[in-house]
């Protein structure tokens, strides 16, 4: 038989396998990789926020409603999903060798958006993010400072600002992660007693920062048409009053006539 050549003849098969290693380290490099086979299968995952929830919460109020309405999208075989008690929820949707990653992630979004309805205010606001990735890291880097002069908190900002979106314009790149991520925010401590004195509740900071918490659109000075000695076109810009925030019905009241003193001419705070 053929494969009694062979054993009787070990060193001419040697030989031979010798060759046929030989040849496949030469043809390699020349190989397109354009018409190599996938060997991961293509993942959409979907990520959403929901800040000042746990975990109970997020899975109940977000990713629930979101894997009722991914389930069943078209050539899916498995779904996986995380809440975690920072607000961040997680769904891992994984797809047949022959689905279109492109054409998945379509379908996935038309999803999401029939399920948007259904999830909380704060998490329609942030928004729900769609990427096309694969679970396998291709590369991992520690970042540090050598002589500790940069804080952890540092270092996570400025890899969120300069890095993260240069490493994301690399062709091949679907995401990048950043472990650990801290980033610059404010935390308020509110006084329970003095809340339930003026009748108000956690709800009503929040929509008063919300609503303040804006840049205004202040115009310009001598913008046309404008008479004809007008020389200059000025921007104005409105900066506010810092650390203020008016909050219910009667410290607006308050305010309002402190700034009506000060317009009047008088230039202390009364």
């Not at 950043?178 to 929509?207: C, Q, S």
Request: proline share 5%; hydrophobic share 45%; with cysteine.
């Amino acid at each position: 038989m053929f494969v009694d050549f062979f054993i009787r003849r070990p060193i001419f098969a040697t030989v031979c396998a010798l060759l046929i290693i030989l040849a496949g380290t030469v043809v390699i490099p020349t190989l397109p990789v354009a018409e190599l086979p996938d060997l991961a299968l293509p993942q959409v995952i979907v990520t959403s926020e929901y800040n000042g929830a746990d975990a109970q919460t997020v899975e109940t109020s977000v990713t629930t409603p979101l894997e009722e309405a991914i389930n069943g999208v078209e050539s899916m075989m498995y779904m996986t999903s995380s809440s975690g008690n920072d607000g961040s929820s997680t769904i891992t949707v994984t797809f047949n060798m022959t689905r279109n990653i492109d054409l998945a992630a379509v379908d996935v979004q038309n999803r999401v958006n029939s399920a948007l309805g259904l999830l909380p205010a704060s998490v329609r606001t942030t928004g729900v993010t769609i990427t096309k990735a694969s679970s396998g890291f291709v590369f991992g880097a520690g970042v540090y400072a050598d002589r500790g002069q940069y804080s952890s908190l540092f270092l996570s900002n400025y890899l969120d600002l300069y890095v993260r979106d240069a490493i994301k314009r690399v062709p091949g790149v679907a995401d990048v992660f950043i472990f650990g991520e801290r980033k610059y925010a404010m935390r308020l401590w509110l006084d329970p007693d003095r809340m339930a004195a003026h009748g108000l509740t956690a709800e009503d900071v929040v929509n008063a920062l919300e609503q303040q918490n804006v840049d205004v659109a202040a115009g310009q000075v001598g913008q046309p048409p404008s008479p004809p000695r007008q020389d200059y076109q000025i921007s104005v810009r409105a900066i506010g009053v810092p650390g203020m925030v008016v909050i219910g019905v009667f410290l607006a009241i308050r305010l309002i006539g402190e700034l009506y003193a000060w317009r009047k001419g008088d230039l202390r705070w009364r």
